[in-house]
């Protein structure tokens, strides 16, 4: 059954008001960065300041509450129980060769992309993004868990290669699955062929990439010198909310928000005719 | 970019013979070892150490080369920030700038920055000596006699197969549509992204078809037909892996005695 007219203006018009702000802020954090951030002061940035104000004991108190959901999200996943809307079902991923290949290959290709497209210089300066980012939606929602847990796995290779592996990295492993894994459960409709589904996928990017960056950042700071007895991390904390955690936000947020939605609406076709959709690829067994 | 070259180095050394798992705990120790200490002169040990088994595994000098250029950003970062944090210790640098900033450094301060470096240096060349002296197929083998899911390890040994393969393909793009006089750094902060969406799009479309043709090779070598897997060359752990893994792990343990008895830890706050 097609939706009605007015239902579709609805969505449209909270989709163009979702993909507007998500930008503006993008643009504005980004810019603000460049033009108010010094390095070694943090609160010089507007945002930082914003987020500083809070308290670390706040982000504390946030980032643990999205570390152990987030967490357990991952677990859940692996035992074979996912959400359907608010409940939980209990599904079957063969596991098959198809789906390690998605696996490796989404890896690789996040991997790969990270090295070759490396760093975009917003300002001449010292700041950059990441345009490859913009791939974890994608392989979130084309192809579901095998793509998320490969988002993971080419995040922690990329990382080796780029020189930012260590403890850190196991944050960053689980943040970038919840980055492919939110827009994997938000998004209703993979094709995007409806305003619902942009907005969906708008609102999951957004989601997901304040969510990935608090994870990093909990994971970060209770490792930190001076918070941690063992510091694994070599980040003093005032840089991890600071400076780290609106940073990774920007990131992800600017890339996906501009990238990933026109990405899926061209791939999807594909990906459905290769009987990779993860739609057609999973049994749901139960509904408890 | 050590993408460009590959990932495993196919040479005769002695740390291509040693089994996956002992080599294992030498990149495990990278990530403690560092954690347990803050002083530079035990941390710089184990950089020294890592050197030691560069040579030993033969990595080339352009490899290694290319990790310190890769980690410089950070080293930099490292080194610049510590000092800004650590205030303990006698001023030993003092640089004012032009334009009004100022650079000051205490001994304390800078000791810790070099510590860092040490620490954020170790495991990527661990990591990345590690898989130039392993080969993709032993590293399955490590995985599943650790008793994780084979499945996982055949994953990451396609993706570490693959990511040379992925990063050349996206080079070719983008220097394919360059010819077609696309600017990829050209334009608005937006602009600039959205030059990014006829390099993926293709860059996907490639991964699609590689994932069929994998997993029909997959399929046609039986993947996934027995539980039990069985190995044309099975991995063993012999006299000389247990030499070095207890080399790695004595290693962790002169690090704990060495922050117990806090030889190892500098006088300042960060501890």
Request: proline share 6%.
């Amino acid at each position: 059954m097609s939706t009605p007219p007015k239902e579709k203006g609805k969505w449209l018009v909270i989709t163009v008001i979702v993909a507007v702000l998500a930008l503006i802020f993008g643009i504005w954090g980004a810019y603000t960065y460049v033009t108010e951030f010094k390095w070694g002061e943090p609160e010089t940035w507007t945002l930082s300041r914003s987020i500083l104000m809070l308290g670390s004991g706040f982000w504390f108190v946030v980032g643990a509450i999205l570390w152990i959901v987030g967490t357990a999200f991952l677990i859940m996943e692996l035992a074979g129980y996912t959400f359907m809307g608010f409940k939980i079902t209990k599904f079957k991923i063969r596991w098959d060769s198809i789906d390690i290949a998605i696996m490796a290959l989404t890896a690789a290709v996040y991997g790969g992309a990270l090295a070759a497209t490396g760093g975009l210089v917003v300002i001449p300066g010292f700041t950059w993004i990441r345009p490859a980012n913009a791939l974890t939606p994608v392989f979130g929602v084309l192809f579901g868990l095998p793509g998320a847990i490969g988002t993971a796995i080419g995040n922690f290779i990329a990382d080796a290669f780029a020189g930012y592996l260590g403890w850190g990295s196991i944050g960053g492993f689980v943040g970038n699955f919840i980055l492919a894994y939110i827009p994997y459960k938000l998004v209703s409709d993979p094709s995007l062929r409806s305003p619902r589904a942009w907005a969906e996928c708008y609102l999951s990017i957004i989601i997901a990439s304040v969510w990935c960056s608090a994870y990093i950042s909990w994971w970060l700071y209770i490792w930190s010198p001076g918070v941690s007895p063992v510091p694994l991390v070599g980040l003093p904390p005032i840089m991890i909310w600071g400076w780290f955690f609106p940073f990774v936000i920007i990131n992800n947020l600017l890339v996906s928000v501009i990238l990933s939605p026109p990405i899926i609406y061209i791939l999807y076709p594909v990906v459905k005719n290769w009987g990779l959709l993860w739609k057609d690829r999973i049994t749901i067994l139960s509904r408890k | 970019m050590p993408l460009e070259l590959g990932l495993y180095i196919d040479r005769d050394s002695f740390l291509h013979k040693l089994d996956p798992r002992s080599k294992l705990v030498m990149v495990v120790t990278t990530i403690f070892y560092p954690a347990l200490i803050n002083n530079p002169l035990y941390s710089g040990v184990l950089f020294a150490l890592l050197i030691l088994m560069c040579i030993l595994g033969r990595l080339t000098l352009l490899r290694f080369l290319i990790i310190m250029y890769a980690t410089a950003v950070f080293t930099i970062a490292s080194l610049i920030l510590w000092p800004m944090y650590i205030v303990e210790g006698k001023p030993i640098i003092r640089i004012v700038f032009p334009w009004g900033w100022v650079y000051q450094a205490t001994d304390l301060g800078l000791m810790y920055a070099i510590h860092n470096v040490f620490r954020i240096v170790a495991p990527v060349i661990a990591m990345i000596l590690y898989v130039s002296v392993t080969k993709p197929y032993h590293i399955v083998q490590a995985i599943d006699k650790m008793h994780l899911p084979y499945k996982l390890g055949m994953a990451i040994a396609i993706a570490l197969r693959f990511i040379p393969v992925m990063f050349n393909e996206a080079i070719q793009i983008i220097d394919a549509q360059s010819a077609r006089g696309q600017e990829l750094k050209r334009g608005s902060l937006i602009k600039k992204i959205k030059n990014f969406l006829p390099i993926f799009i293709p860059l996907l479309v490639r991964m699609i078809r590689i994932t069929i043709v994998t997993s029909m090779s997959l399929e046609a070598r039986a993947f996934g037909s027995s539980r039990k897997r069985t190995y044309r060359e099975e991995i063993k752990f012999t006299k000389r892996d247990y030499l070095f893994s207890t080399l790695w792990i004595g290693l962790l343990i002169v690090a704990v005695v060495l922050r117990i008895t806090g030889l190892g830890l500098l006088p300042i706050e960060y501890a």
